[in-house]
């Protein structure tokens, strides 16, 4: 985690010690159990007594739990009720739901959305049956926005500006390991332009292939983007190109339609584009 920006650290409006302190909470992924001010200085690059400082204040607001037997610290309610009241205000969690599930139980594939936090997509909402083991991804967990098909799809929706903005951010994040990524988010790029989704194949984990669309609100929040993965052996480039996508890139459409209060395309259509032999620009173009 990058420290705050020399830009964003001048300007009179921010608040420095406010934004160290989201860093600090930041830092709790959900596979973490406890963490301790050395692990979290390291997460941060924050030196150490000023961590400390803020894990005291933190612990004393009621947002950290200290673990004194450790000398770790751990996210307490006061900070899981800020996530749960940003989830119960995402309207477009609860609204994909049944669509998600739909594309699931046709694919056995995990299907989740999400939304950008930083260099990452944080999951949001998802639905994984019991063919979906090789994927253990839950609400709350990250995925990469250069090398995986949710973060790529993302990517590409974005404003030409926002775009390249996020590509400074990513490139002083990775730093040398940039300009490989780069290429990758560029070919993603042309994807996205022919057939509507992105792709990642072994990209961001050697064993994943997914599908990912971006779905575009008129309401001023997002962008934010599903994905359908599943262990590369199932979901191979061609099955993605061919089928996984063109479902996903019709669940987001009939999404977009739902939320704009317009009549989705009938399961029929669907079905009927899909078996068209694969044609999937033109699938891609029904959807428009």
């Known amino acids: 985690m990058k420290r705050t920006g020399k830009k964003t650290a001048t300007d009179r409006n921010f608040v420095v010690a406010l934004s160290r302190g989201l ?29 400390s400082r803020l894990t005291y204040t933190l612990t004393k607001l009621g947002y950290l739990t200290p673990v004194p037997r450790f000398e770790k610290y751990q996210l307490a309610p006061a900070a899981m009720a800020l996530g749960y009241a940003a989830l119960s205000n995402l309207g477009v969690r609860h609204l994909s739901e049944p669509f998600r599930e739909e ?14 936090d930083r260099h990452s997509m944080i999951y949001f909402g998802q639905s994984r049956g019991s063919e ?10 990250r995925v990469p ?5 949710m973060g790529r799809a993302y990517f590409w929706a974005l404003a030409e500006e926002d775009r390249a903005e996020l590509s400074r951010v990513l490139r002083e994040h990775y730093g040398s390991r940039w300009p490989k990524m ?21 990209d961001w984990h050697d064993d994943i292939g997914a599908a990912g ?4 609100l008129n309401d001023g929040t997002g962008p934010y983007a599903f994905n359908c993965g599943a262990p590369a ?24 339609a739902a939320l704009g209060g317009l009549m989705p395309h009938s399961k029929k259509e669907v079905s009927k584009k899909l078996k068209s032999g694969g044609k999937v620009a033109r699938v891609a173009e029904g959807f428009r």
Do not use: C, H, W
Not at 33 to 43: S, T, V, Y
Not at 132 to 141: A, E, H, Y
Not at 213 to 216: E, G, R
């Open 145 to 149: 926005i250069a090398t995986s098909a």
């Open 233 to 256: 052996f199932r979901f191979t480039e061609e099955r993605l190109i061919n089928d996984i996508g063109p479902r996903l890139l019709a669940m987001v459409r009939n999404i977009e």
């Open 132 to 141: 979906t083991v090789g994927v253990q991804l839950d609400v709350g967990s």
């Open 23 to 51: 860093d600090v909470l930041r830092a709790f992924q959900p596979s973490d159990g406890l963490l301790g001010n050395q692990e979290i200085a390291a997460r941060t690059n924050l030196p150490k007594p000023t961590v």
């Open 213 to 216: 669309v971006a779905l575009k």
């Open 182 to 202: 780069r290429d990758g988010l560029e070919r993603s790029g042309e994807t996205v332009a022919k057939y509507g989704f992105a792709i990642s194949v072994g």
């Open 103 to 116: 594309v699931m139980r046709a694919t056995g594939g995990a299907v989740a959305i999400g939304g950008r």
